[in-house]
C-alpha cells in the first residue's frame, strides 16, 4: 500500500490539475447565422488548435433572432455572425455595436431529395408550377427570425415579376397563410405579423425559426422542397434549383429591382431586398475583446475565406462599415 500511494496521490494531483485547466479555459461564445453552422465549426477546430486555452462556444439561430439575444434579452456574447449584415446596424447600433464587418455571399436555391415529388421534372422555369401542386408540400423559415425567411419571400414575389405570373406568391403563400404583399407605389411590401398570428397551412407549408430546422423536416419526408441558401443544401447533399439572378438575390447588377421589395417584421424592422451579403461583429459587452478579435479576423483571413469556399459559401471581399470604430488589431484588414 506504501508503495501505491505516491502512484493515487499522483493521479489525483493530475485528475484535479485536469480539472483546474478545463475550468480556466476562457469560453468564446459565438452567437451566429443558421446557415454558418458548418464555416464555424472548421473555424472553431482551427482556432482552438491555435489557442488551446481557449473554448469556442457556438450557438446557431436565425439571425435576428440571435442578434435578440443580445439586444433584448441581455446576453452576453463575444462574436455575433449575421447572415444579413444590416441587421447589425439596424438592431444593434448604437448601443450593442459600433462596426460591421461583410465577409460572405450567398443565394437562394429551392432543395429537394431524390423522393421528393416530381423531383425528375423540376427546373428552373417551372419550379412554381411544381410547388402549386396539391400534393407538394414545402418549406421556409420564419421570416421575423431568420433572413432566410424573409429573403424566401422576397425570391417568391420577385418571381412574379421575372415570369410574368401575377399570382405566384398568391397561390404559393398569401393562400396558405397569413402572409400577403400588397403593391404600393412600385414598391412590393409585406407586413409581417407577430410568428403566432402566421398561421400556416401545415398541410401546404413548413415553418420553422431557423433554416436548418427545414433540413429534418425534408430528410423524414414532412417536405418536399425547400427555400434555403445554396451554401446549406450544398453541405447537406440536398439537390437544388438554382434559380435566375433576377430573383436569387446573388447579383448586385440587379440590386434597383430586388429593392422593389420590401418586408416590414413584427418589431417593425424594415428590410429591402438586396444581394445576400454576411456580416459579423463584437458587441461592446462582449466580455473577452481580444480573443473575439481574433476569432473576427480568422474569419476574415485567406484561410477563412477557404472554408467558405469550400463549403460552397463564396467569401466577399472584407468590407467594414464605420472602419474608424474597428478596433486596432481589425484595421488591416
Known amino acids: 500500500m506504501e508503495k501505491l500511494l505516491p502512484i493515487i496521490i499522483c493521479l489525483v494531483i493530475s485528475c484535479c490539475m485536469g480539472d483546474v485547466q478545463t475550468a480556466e479555459k476562457v469560453k468564446l461564445k459565438v452567437l ?5 453552422t458548418e464555416p464555424m465549426k472548421e473555424l472553431e477546430k ?35 455572425a449575421s447572415a444579413d449584415y444590416s441587421l447589425i446596424p439596424h438592431m444593434m447600433y448604437p448601443k450593442y455595436a459600433n462596426w460591421t464587418i461583410r465577409f460572405a455571399s450567398n ?20 419550379w412554381y408550377e411544381i410547388l402549386r401542386r396539391g400534393d ?48 404600393k407605389d412600385g414598391n412590393y411590401i409585406l407586413e409581417m405579423p407577430e410568428s403566432e398570428n402566421i398561421n400556416p397551412n401545415t398541410e401546404k407549408l413548413m415553418i420553422r425559426s431557423m433554416e436548418v430546422e427545414l433540413i429534418y423536416g425534408i430528410e423524414e419526408g414532412e417536405i418536399d ?5 445554396r451554401s446549406v443544401a450544398k453541405q447537406h447533399n440536398h439537390k ?7 430573383i436569387d438575390l446573388s447579383n448586385e447588377s440587379f440590386s434597383d429591382k430586388y429593392s422593389k421589395i420590401k418586408v416590414i417584421l413584427a418589431n417593425g424592422k424594415e428590410v429591402s431586398a438586396k444581394p445576400i451579403i454576411y456580416g459579423i461583429t463584437i458587441p461592446k459587452n462582449a466580455p473577452n475583446k481580444e480573443y473575439a478579435e481574433k476569432f473576427v479576423k ?36
Do not use: W
Open 32 to 36: 451566429h447565422a443558421g446557415s454558418l
Open 46 to 80: 482551427i482556432f482552438e488548435e491555435r489557442n488551446p486555452e481557449v473554448d469556442v462556444q457556438l450557438e446557431a439561430a436565425g439571425s435576428a433572432k440571435t442578434i435578440r439575444k443580445v439586444t433584448e434579452l441581455d446576453r452576453e456574447a463575444d462574436v455575433v
Open 107 to 126: 443565394q437562394i436555391v429551392i432543395a429537394y431529395l431524390d423522393d421528393s415529388k416530381y423531383s425528375n421534372e423540376i427546373n428552373q422555369d417551372n
Open 136 to 183: 407538394v408540400k414545402f418549406g421556409f423559415s420564419n421570416p421575423n427570425d431568420d433572413p432566410c425567411g424573409y429573403r424566401s419571400q422576397m425570391v417568391i414575389q420577385l418571381a412574379e415579376l421575372y415570369y410574368n405570373d401575377s399570382s405566384i406568391y398568391d397561390d404559393l403563400v398569401a393562400s396558405n397563410s397569413n402572409l400577403k404583399f400588397v403593391e
Open 225 to 229: 422542397y425547400y427555400f434555403i441558401y
Open 240 to 246: 437544388f434549383v438554382e434559380l435566375p439572378d433576377e
Open 298 to 333: 480568422l474569419v476574415v483571413s485567406k484561410e477563412g475565406r477557404e472554408v467558405f469556399e469550400k463549403l460552397g459559401q463564396p467569401p466577399v471581399k472584407a468590407f467594414a462599415d464605420f472602419p474608424e470604430n474597428l478596433p486596432e488589431s481589425l484595421k488591416d484588414i
